[in-house]
């Protein structure tokens, strides 16, 4: 049932809860007279004490009295019963599920761009990294770091978690309906090259669409002049549009706090005024994964050679 017909039906049930009438003799001498013509359904039957079709599973009333309109006389109308409106109430809110669940499976193919994004999510976190407690409560104060415009910049060393770290978050956020993006500015700048202004224009203007952008890997891109102005042209919109930003980089904190030049300068502030600097330090995770990977190559090797 679409949204149209729900309003007209919760209107329909208003209306005759509230111009439902007494059952007087002359009421009930009209019903009588009506009652002749009216064929059951098989789950139906006359209830004697008013007249009225009523449910045997419920007992409710599946019919309802009306005056007419302008003139003497009633209306006999058809109701819901009990049992009617809530599996009506049960198969709309099956229909807004199934909505809900085909609306997060597009934003998730919008905003997790690449497949293994898909995998980074607090179920496959192995409980080895502390800081990823951060991630769970940035999740569930949300509202709280979308109303207040707080990102995150995540920086350690290569394979500390950081890239994990935010696609959980991002993950998390889709599942509750939340519109993320999670890419980088190497992807960013492929679709801004050889593009006219007023495209680059709206590209960018798209991506403050999201209610939350992940930028991964911040300072593995190229550093010509045209790309640190595209940066800036991002970095700053997303500034201007108030919503969080959440970035990941390899470099260190002082790097950041003190850039090269005025282009970085010009980034690196927007970003350290909007997002809170979150430490990764210890064990390479990456490091730990390829060598269990190599592991297992040998032994699958190691068992071929048997066969």
């Known amino acids: 049932m679409n949204k149209d017909v729900r309003s007209v039906v919760g209107k329909w049930k208003n209306f005759c809860s509230k111009h439902m009438i007494e059952i007087t003799a002359e009421v009930r001498a009209a019903i009588d007279r009506a009652t002749g013509d009216i064929e059951l359904a098989g789950d139906e039957y006359i209830e004697q004490a ?62 997790l761009q690449d497949r293994y994004l898909y995998d980074y999510t607090f179920a496959n976190d192995n409980g080895q990294n502390p800081v990823m407690e951060k991630a769970h409560a940035y999740v569930e104060h949300w509202r ?17 978690g950081k890239s994990f770290f935010a696609g959980c978050i991002a993950n998390a956020l889709l599942d ?21 202004a007023e495209d680059r224009a709206a590209f960018i203007a798209s991506l403050d ?16 002049e045209y790309a640190m102005e595209q940066m800036f ?17 390899n470099l260190k904190l002082e790097e950041i706090k003190n850039p090269p ?37 040998k032994e699958i090797v190691r068992k071929d050679n048997k066969i």
């Open 233 to 249: 042209t991002v970095i700053d919109s997303r500034y201007r549009s108030k919503k969080p930003l959440i970035v990941t980089t």
């Open 209 to 224: 669409d999201y209610s939350l952008l992940v930028i991964d890997d911040l300072g593995v891109e190229r550093n010509t």
């Open 261 to 297: 030049d005025l282009a970085h300068a010009r980034i690196y502030d927007r970003i350290l005024e909007r997002c809170a600097p979150v430490l990764f330090s210890g064990k390479n995770f990456r490091e730990e994964g390829a060598k269990a990977t190599k592991a297992a190559a």
């Open 50 to 111: 008013d007249g009225l079709i009523h449910c045997k599973k419920c007992c409710g009333s599946r019919q309802t009295v009306v005056p007419r309109f302008g003139g003497s006389g009633y209306f006999m109308l058809r109701c819901l019963c009990p049992c009617q409106q809530k599996a009506q109430e049960e198969r709309k809110a099956m229909e807004e599920q199934r909505e809900r669940m085909e609306r997060i499976k597009r934003r998730k193919a919008q905003g």
């Open 176 to 196: 509750r309906d939340v519109p993320v993006l999670m890419t980088n500015f190497p992807s960013i700048l492929n679709r801004l090259t050889g593009v006219f």
């Open 144 to 160: 709280e770091a979308y109303r207040d415009n707080t990102g995150l910049l995540l920086f350690g060393d290569v394979g500390t």
